[in-house]
């Protein structure tokens, strides 16, 4: 019996025992210089959770990011990969329980993530008005995530293009249009397919085809019928990877089959992505890239702090390092990511806007001139929804 | 009947489910229940839920318990054999399925009829029902069925007396641990399955987490149907049948 009471009285403990001492107050490290955060943030531990499925970008984080805080501000930074989404449940349930130091301190987030976590209060407060590198940033990326103003809440960390990516050896003629991709899918049964709508990269190859077929009216008004949309889809289905009876339930399985050659093509938001995977041997040589003159949708990634982060010098000083020029640059040469920088590169130095030019893409990443007068505009989150209600009995059913 | 210091820990457990049915409660309304009853996406969902669950649940059961029988009489290393399976985690199979199935039609992973969804999960239930099986199998008194034969009993009433009436709760038990498992799972189907109709497990993941968050309460939902079901069955089991093979075993009742 005595057991048993120590049993139950140590799990007790053990649960309590989670609390830990407050974080500093928003107002006062959002409202003292950046000189006295970095102070702060000297010698601080900074947890970084973020979207851990593509090796490229954790190198980056680890190999390139945390040498450099360490060097400069002595600060040890975790990397803990996570699928955004669940992160977004985490805080909710954080703010749910009261818990005001949570263990998060910085946030890789975008898109639906973002628009949630404005919404339910989950970030920390206007951080993009004390970080100094804020004046690189391209107002334009910087304004709003996927039609969401952001209102300082968080800051552009990255910028980058829906790119379709083909190869080559089986893919003589490709497509040019949205029409000459149905024709090519039809010749070809088996060889195309894109990823379920729940997957980011998939809704967006749905919203790509809304723009190629419909009316200007109805993709300003989320509510209409997009009746041509779901025609275009339905029209594929059948020449589809497994006729259509299934699809990719993400990106990385569309990936896995692209590199097997089952299917032809794969796609994604960023257009040097598939430089690592060809350099890795994971992708075939041939793989070239592809914009269809419909356009392609720009997409900015963001950087954010939780509201109960337990070290918000520490994070801060994490964003503003991650955007000064040299780590832009690094993430945009293809070594690590290749990832689109979110910097105006006229507000950059001559010798390091030179060096942003100087970096060789490869022939897998498009020219900047294949997006001439073919960037999109993100849709409003409310057509993401629509899309993804829809979709599964309008399509895959 | 409880062996061993278990209460503390079935305090936690009845503790931690309580509260997730109570907090999933608190989150729905009526209109949540209804509305899943005529939503076509999720009655298709059920469906093909009960029949993964129902067909995975029946054949590690049949499967499970022939081959704890016929291992039952003998000793040594060969049914350690079996015990290989278990220590690979559902995703590790999920993953062997992918490797090796993909290139098979109608058994691969992605196909309509879940083939390898079944597989993957009999790969790893087989061994499960045969060791939840084989003590049960070697404590069976063999006397009792040399009796049943000197009265002159048929041969399908001396295997219900001598062995049918210990075995029928065990054999439950061990269905509804499958059951209850593989009806609300998420990794094995979410790598194997179809695009639509989606096992209720990955159904309900997917509107707890997608687009703004509007969808949740039918996951919560869901949940509770799921768990209402579950506990129904149990109470059923413990209520009804484990006292009637009791009295049965103890030959107080025809």
């Not at chain 1, 990969?81 to 998060?104: F, S």
Request: proline share 6%; net charge neutral; hydrophobic share 40%.
């Amino acid at each position: 019996m005595m057991k048993q009471m120590i049993g139950i009285a140590a799990t007790g403990l053990f649960l309590a025992g989670c609390a830990s001492p407050a974080a500093p107050v928003q107002e006062k490290v959002l409202g003292s210089s950046y000189t006295s955060i970095e102070k702060d943030a000297n010698e601080t531990t900074v947890r970084m959770y973020m979207w851990g499925g593509d090796e490229g970008i954790n190198a980056y984080i680890d190999e390139y990011v945390a040498p450099k805080l360490k060097k400069e501000h002595k600060i040890t930074l975790k990397r803990v990969p996570i699928e955004t989404a669940d992160l977004i449940q985490k805080l909710r349930a954080e703010k749910k329980a009261g818990k005001k130091t949570g263990v998060i301190d910085v946030v890789w987030i975008n898109g639906d993530n973002f628009r949630n976590a404005k919404k339910d209060g989950l970030l920390y407060g206007e951080i993009t008005k004390v970080l100094p590198n804020m004046k690189y940033v391209d107002p334009q990326a910087q304004g709003s995530d996927s039609g969401t103003p952001t209102d300082h809440l968080e800051a552009a960390w990255g910028k980058v293009q829906y790119t379709f990516h083909y190869d080559q050896a089986s893919v003589a003629k490709p497509p040019k249009d949205l029409q000459q991709l149905k024709s090519w899918v039809k010749q070809n049964p088996g060889k195309f397919t894109y990823p379920e709508v729940t997957d980011f990269t998939g809704n967006a190859f749905v919203r790509h085809v809304m723009y190629g077929v419909e009316s200007k009216e109805t993709l300003k008004d989320p509510k209409a019928d997009f009746k041509k949309t779901w025609a275009y889809l339905n029209e594929l289905k059948p020449y589809l990877w497994k006729e259509g009876k299934t699809y990719p339930k993400t990106l990385a399985q569309l990936d896995q089959l692209y590199a097997k050659g089952s299917v032809a093509f794969t796609m994604g938001f960023n257009e040097r992505r598939a430089e690592q995977e060809v350099k890795s041997g994971t992708f075939p040589k041939e793989t070239r890239p592809l914009v269809l003159t419909e356009g392609s949708i720009a997409s900015t990634h963001f950087l954010s702090i939780p509201f109960n982060a337990p070290n918000p010098n520490g994070a801060l000083v994490t964003v503003n390092t991650l955007l000064s020029p040299d780590a832009q640059l690094k993430k945009f040469d293809g070594t690590y990511w290749g990832d689109g920088t979110s910097l105006d590169l006229t507000t950059l130095s001559s010798t390091e806007k030179q060096a942003f030019e100087d970096v060789p893409a490869a022939e897998s990443t498009p020219k900047p001139a294949a997006f001439e007068g073919k960037v999109r505009a993100e849709l409003d989150p409310a057509f993401f929804d629509v899309i993804r209600k829809d979709w599964p009995e309008r399509v895959a059913r | 009947m409880w062996r061993g210091n278990a209460w503390p820990a079935t305090l936690l457990i009845t503790g931690m489910v309580g509260y997730g049915l109570f907090v999933s409660l608190s989150m729905t309304t009526w209109g949540d229940y209804s509305r899943l009853f005529v939503d076509p996406v999720f009655l298709e969902s059920i469906g093909i839920s009960l029949y993964v669950a129902v067909s995975s649940t029946v054949l590690s059961v049949l499967v499970g318990a022939w081959l704890a029988g016929f291992f039952a009489k003998q000793t040594g290393w060969t049914t350690q054999f079996l015990a290989v399976p278990l220590f690979l985690p559902h995703l590790g199979a999920a993953y062997l399925a992918i490797l090796y199935l993909s290139d098979f039609p109608v058994v691969g992973p992605h196909e309509g009829n879940q083939f390898s969804i079944i597989l993957t999960y009999l790969y790893k239930e087989i061994p499960f029902v045969f060791f939840y099986l084989l003590p049960v199998y070697r404590r069976l008194d063999h006397r009792y069925e040399e009796l049943g034969l000197m009265l002159g009993l048929s041969r399908m009433k001396r295997f219900w007396h001598g062995k049918g009436v210990f075995l029928l709760f065990p054999v439950l038990e061990a269905a509804f641990i499958v059951f209850a498992f593989t009806l609300f799972a998420y990794e094995v189907p979410a790598l194997l399955g179809v695009t639509y109709p989606k096992l209720i497990g990955v159904y309900t993941f997917d509107l707890y987490t997608q687009g703004d968050l509007s969808r949740q309460p039918e996951a919560f939902a869901i949940s509770v149907l799921l768990t209402g079901i579950l506990f129904l069955l149990l109470l059923i089991f413990t209520r009804m049948i484990r006292p009637l093979t009791e009295r049965i075993s103890k030959g107080r009742v025809e």
